[in-house]
């Protein structure tokens, strides 16, 4: 089976490269995205506009309410039936966006062992949570560091996960997943920019989310009661912008904080992709027009997957 992907850190323009490259090589688009499988988080995870999902097909985006667990093992299976699915109609898929741990369950098949769960260790660690989330954090880094590359600091529902799986089994978690290479017929795309290029298509970004309605996506979404220990809720972004409705710091104060999570959110979303060394990099800052990037994209997988490029 076939199968091209568009990676790279937030900000530095995958989708609407992606909507083209789509068009031209008669693709759909996966998104590989943890956040955007939640319904009525729109502008915060900057999902595919209206226009841009007319032009091309769009799957695995508004699966699931915020208040529904959806695991990467989740993603995992509902991505391979569109991929085997597309393949059976003659479709390219194209899995775009820049979460690593999604994109690489799907293009290596990782193998999620089922694993027994622990109320009671489960509600120990729910507790130690709520002292300190960043104490079991530390912990988690101790016993599997390998875990940490892939777990950010405030994602307290895969932090427990793994530290019940430790806890319960006495082996790390990331010992659990296994990879199978192979399974398809592989292009990937790398999108880069020079730091300060990157830096500052953040910066718009953020400012672009809050004049189209950020504060109030986030405020519906609360007065629907969903709120911080979900989740969905600890997505970037919504997290401070809830503290903000909650009166916990200023507008302007979330707003630098979004800017700074971000930054630094690229930053490891770049370390995590570099070792991919299947990736075709591509640094965006030396095509004048996006007409020119859209051509390298389309003739690297054309090559590599043996398509004809329209």
């Known amino acids: 089976m076939k199968l091209a992907a568009i990676v790279g850190p937030t900000a530095v323009g995958k989708s609407e490269t992606a909507v083209k490259v789509a068009e031209r090589l008669g693709g759909e688009i996966l998104s590989c ?53 597309l393949n059976n109609r003659g479709k390219l898929p194209i899995l775009v966006g820049g979460t690593g741990l999604y994109y690489q ?3 290596d098949d990782y193998e999620f062992s089922p694993l027994l769960a622990d109320p009671d260790i489960r509600q120990q660690l729910e507790k130690e949570a709520d002292e300190s989330l960043e104490r079991l954090y530390n912990e988690l880094e101790s016993v599997d560091p390998a875990s ?48 300060t290029e990157l830096y500052r298509r ?16 986030v405020k519906t979404l609360y007065a629907k009661g969903y709120d911080l220990p979900l989740n969905s809720m600890q997505a970037l972004g919504y997290k401070q912008i809830l503290q903000y409705l909650k009166g916990g710091m200023s507008l302007e104060q979330a707003v630098a904080e979004i800017k700074k999570e ?11 992709f570099r070792k991919d060394k299947r990736i075709f990099w591509l640094d965006i800052t030396e095509y004048k027009e996006a007409e020119g990037l859209v051509r390298k994209i389309c003739e690297y997988i054309g090559r590599t997957l043996a398509i004809a490029v329209e």
């Open 105 to 107: 369950a799907v293009v």
């Open 148 to 195: 940490t590359r892939i777990i950010k600091p405030n994602d307290r529902k895969r932090i427990i996960r793994a530290l019940e799986v430790y806890r319960l089994t006495g082996r790390p978690f990331s010992q659990f997943q296994t990879r199978n290479q192979g399974l398809y017929q592989l292009a990937v795309v790398g999108l880069c920019a020079a730091r």
């Open 33 to 85: 995205d943890s956040m955007q499988v939640y319904r009525g988080m729109d502008i915060g995870t900057a999902k595919a506009s209206t226009e841009q999902r007319t032009r091309v097909a769009h799957h695995m985006i508004d699966i699931v309410d915020p208040d529904t667990p959806y695991t990467v093992a989740d993603y995992q299976r509902a991505a391979k039936k569109v991929i085997q699915d």
């Open 202 to 217: 953040i910066e718009a970004r953020v400012d672009a989310m809050i004049e189209s309605g950020f504060v109030e996506e």
């Open 262 to 272: 971000t930054r630094r959110y690229a930053k490891r979303q770049l370390t995590w």
